[in-house]
């Protein structure tokens, strides 16, 4: 009986081990795979019609947390050095009372930018939808994608297997709080986006084409 139980704790930790292994050897994939589209150096960036920005937290006043405002700084960045024409600006809207997608319109229009720029993707709860939906809703098929370094290539990873041509652009302008925390967070979000594109996975919603070459006002809500 003890003979079997020992035989049992030793599979189970070599299961365990190499399942960790296993994460580990994805996120080296991930970041190792999506080296040659990541840039930090502006004029390095290809041109493309369409700068994504992917949603992070906004503050109860309304005001875009300073990651969020990095991303869409660094995106705005893009844009006056005709790096890129057209902004989709892609979050979480879940509630009537939370906006991702309209505080970053605001801070872009605050800075200048017109409203026939300015895409809206409210649908984009997490870096999986927002990829695809960018994709299937908005036909966006060349871009550049803007967010922090340690999400950069989980967002690359999946355009990439989406088929789709999209380049990142780095956009971290400090250190933040939580660093080493967001990037240990990146080792089961690797896992879940690899899980997701193994069974296709359809977005939380979809709903009409709305192309990014056409009037932004169709993105707002009515």
Same mark, same amino acid.
């Given at each position: ?12 930790? %070599?299961?365990?081990? +190499? !399942? ?6 994805? &996120? @080296? ?5 999506? /080296? ?47 790096? %890129?024409?057209?902004? +989709? !600006? ?6 009537? &009372? @939370? ?5 970053? /319109? ?117």
């Amino acid at each position: 009986m003890l003979k079997h139980f020992k035989k049992i704790i030793a599979v189970t930790l %070599v299961g365990i081990i +190499l !399942l960790i292994c296993g994460v580990y050897a994805l &996120s @080296y994939h991930v970041e190792e795979s999506t /080296k040659s589209q990541t840039f930090t150096n502006i004029s390095q960036v290809p041109k493309a019609y369409t700068v994504i920005v992917l949603g992070a937290s906004v503050r109860a006043n309304g005001n875009l947390s300073t990651m969020l405002e990095d991303r869409v700084s660094s995106a705005l960045s893009l844009y006056k050095e005709g790096k %890129v024409k057209r902004f +989709l !600006l892609s979050g979480d809207n879940g509630t009537a &009372s @939370y906006n991702e997608p309209k505080a970053m /319109k605001a801070y872009l229009m605050d800075k200048g930018v017109p409203e026939d720029d300015i895409f809206l993707d409210y649908a984009g709860f997490d870096t999986y939808d927002s990829m695809y939906r960018a994709s299937s809703v908005f036909n966006v098929k060349e871009a550049v994608v803007v967010t922090q370094e340690f999400h950069l290539p989980r967002a690359l990873y999946i355009a990439n297997q989406l088929g789709l041509t999209y380049y990142g652009f780095v956009g971290d302008q400090r250190t933040y709080q939580r660093e080493s925390a967001n990037k240990r967070r990146e080792l089961l979000a690797n896992v879940k986006a690899f899980l997701e594109l193994t069974i296709n996975k359809e977005p939380t919603y979809l709903g009409a084409k709305i192309p990014i070459d056409g009037p932004p006002q169709s993105s707002y809500p009515q």
